[in-house]
């Protein structure tokens, strides 16, 4: 094990820890990787275009760093743009010399395969000591590649320094998760090219299958022009919908579980689960229809449309005791219908019973399965 010096911190329940690592255990720990493209294999590092008057020729060994450069179609960053690594082992060489500035002040961005163990300090449970198994290449960058790599390249130079790199290390961070983290981070400032969204959208991302089979469900809500969620769910950390992927993803895939209303289906038999969910929401954007055209309703944020999937299994089992087909757009109807006399428009109003009744989704799911099991408004 390997002991850093960190603090652990915490925001919406992820955990994670600001650490402070040398330039020895960056190179010994992290492993670099890019997105191939398949077989016709573009090299892991890719020239940039050289400026009119550029400085002389690399100082980089360009053969033994690209031999630690791994192509994989699991990956998700980008090819290395040499002409970024040539200016940052540059720069470092001059903080070298100047000795008035430091060359990595920013935090870089890390994800752990494996969980971590922290030992706190003293009585502030906050602060203590990071325990990282010693293993080559069990941590791998999320943003910072580039930084990472020159100091990789430029390492024989760091040996003797007093030299440590900031770091914001996550330890088993879902693989989407960690995807979406990369593109959230990179798709507007470093803009990343169309090709490059669409490889990592791919189902090669995510390991596992019942995941692999929500983000699929997701990918037909917010793709499909009859989705009511039409271009409304932000994939991969981009779009204009106000959703996220990974949450509704994350309530999907236990669907696509082997106990699961879907668990049992083929590939092919995914494409009904699909077609269920845009005719099930179809429905729901008629039997609220008030609230899903209105503007100061909260029916189509995170916790209502997860609470809508929570509760599909309730009403996929009625359609199976019905005997009626799992997507069929009438039948669903059907069942959901006593969500608009027992449950209503009003209920979503955001500065209304949404606000007042502390809506979360587990509460909202309650109200919607309990609609469902006494559709007249018996007592319960």
Same mark, same amino acid.
Not at 54 to 76: C, G, H, M, T
């Given at each position: 094990?390997?002991?850093?010096?960190?603090?652990?911190?915490?925001?919406?329940?992820?955990?994670?820890?600001?650490?402070?690592?040398?330039?020895?255990?960056?190179?010994?720990?992290?492993?670099?990787?890019?997105?191939?493209?398949?077989?016709?294999?573009?090299?892991?590092?890719?020239?940039?275009?050289?400026?009119?008057?550029?400085?002389?020729?690399?100082?980089?060994?360009?053969?033994?760093?690209?031999?630690?450069?791994?192509?994989?179609?699991?990956?998700?960053?980008?090819?290395?743009?040499?002409?970024?690594?040539?200016?940052?082992?540059?720069?470092?060489?001059?903080?070298?010399?100047?000795?008035?500035?430091?060359?990595?002040?920013?935090?870089?961005?890390?994800?752990?395969?494996?969980?971590?163990?922290?030992?706190?300090?003293?009585?502030? @449970?906050?602060?203590?000591?990071?325990?990282?198994?010693?293993?080559?290449?069990?941590?791998?960058?999320?943003?910072?590649?580039?930084?990472?790599?020159?100091?990789? @390249?430029?390492?024989?130079?760091?040996?003797?320094?007093?030299?440590?790199?900031?770091?914001?290390?996550?330890?088993?961070?879902?693989?989407?998760?960690?995807?979406?983290?990369?593109?959230?981070?990179?798709?507007?400032?470093?803009?990343?090219?169309?090709?490059?969204?669409?490889?990592?959208?791919?189902?090669?991302?995510?390991?596992?299958?019942?995941?692999?089979?929500?983000?699929?469900?997701?990918?037909?809500?917010?793709?499909?022009?009859?989705?009511?969620?039409?271009?409304?769910?932000?994939?991969?950390?981009?779009?204009?919908?106000?959703?996220?992927?990974?949450?509704?993803?994350?309530?999907?895939?236990?669907?696509?579980?082997?106990?699961?209303?879907?668990?049992?289906?083929?590939?092919?038999?995914?494409?009904? @689960?699909?077609?269920?969910?845009?005719?099930?929401?179809?429905?729901?954007?008629?039997?609220?229809?008030?609230?899903?055209?209105?503007?100061?309703?909260?029916?189509?944020?995170?916790?209502?449309?997860?609470?809508?999937?929570?509760?599909?299994?309730?009403?996929?089992?009625?359609?199976?005791?019905?005997?009626?087909?799992?997507?069929?757009?009438?039948?669903?109807?059907?069942?959901?219908?006593?969500?608009?006399?027992?449950?209503?428009?009003?209920?979503?109003?955001?500065?209304? @019973?949404?606000?007042?009744?502390?809506?979360?989704?587990?509460?909202?799911?309650?109200?919607?399965?309990?609609?469902?099991?006494?559709?007249?408004?018996?007592?319960?």
């Amino acid at each position: 094990m390997i002991n850093v010096a960190a603090i652990r911190m915490q925001q919406f329940g992820v955990q994670f820890y600001q650490a402070s690592l040398t330039a020895s255990d960056i190179d010994k720990l992290v492993r670099f990787e890019v997105l191939s493209y398949g077989d016709g294999a573009q090299p892991p590092a890719r020239s940039g275009k050289p400026k009119p008057g550029a400085p002389q020729p690399s100082k980089v060994n360009w053969d033994f760093l690209e031999r630690r450069i791994a192509s994989s179609d699991k990956a998700y960053q980008r090819q290395i743009i040499r002409k970024k690594i040539d200016e940052l082992v540059q720069y470092y060489d001059q903080c070298r010399q100047a000795r008035d500035l430091p060359s990595i002040p920013g935090a870089v961005i890390i994800s752990c395969d494996e969980k971590l163990s922290f030992t706190p300090a003293d009585s502030d @449970a906050r602060v203590g000591i990071l325990k990282v198994p010693e293993r080559e290449g069990i941590l791998r960058a999320i943003d910072g590649q580039h930084r990472l790599l020159a100091l990789h @390249a430029d390492i024989e130079r760091f040996r003797n320094e007093d030299f440590a790199v900031p770091a914001i290390i996550f330890d088993r961070l879902p693989e989407d998760h960690v995807v979406q983290m990369f593109v959230t981070i990179n798709a507007k400032h470093t803009r990343l090219n169309a090709s490059h969204l669409v490889s990592l959208s791919g189902r090669q991302l995510y390991r596992d299958e019942s995941l692999a089979a929500g983000h699929d469900v997701v990918r037909a809500l917010n793709d499909r022009e009859d989705s009511p969620l039409y271009d409304e769910i932000k994939l991969l950390g981009v779009g204009r919908g106000r959703v996220a992927q990974a949450p509704l993803a994350q309530e999907l895939k236990k669907l696509f579980a082997p106990d699961g209303v879907f668990g049992k289906k083929s590939s092919d038999g995914h494409e009904e @689960a699909k077609k269920f969910f845009v005719n099930y929401f179809k429905q729901i954007a008629l039997v609220f229809g008030g609230a899903w055209n209105g503007r100061k309703y909260s029916i189509r944020s995170a916790s209502a449309l997860r609470a809508f999937v929570r509760v599909a299994p309730e009403v996929i089992k009625r359609l199976d005791q019905e005997h009626a087909d799992r997507s069929d757009f009438r039948a669903i109807g059907r069942v959901i219908a006593p969500w608009g006399r027992r449950i209503g428009d009003l209920r979503f109003e955001t500065e209304g @019973a949404w606000k007042r009744a502390g809506t979360t989704v587990d509460s909202l799911s309650k109200e919607l399965r309990l609609a469902l099991m006494y559709p007249e408004g018996a007592s319960v």
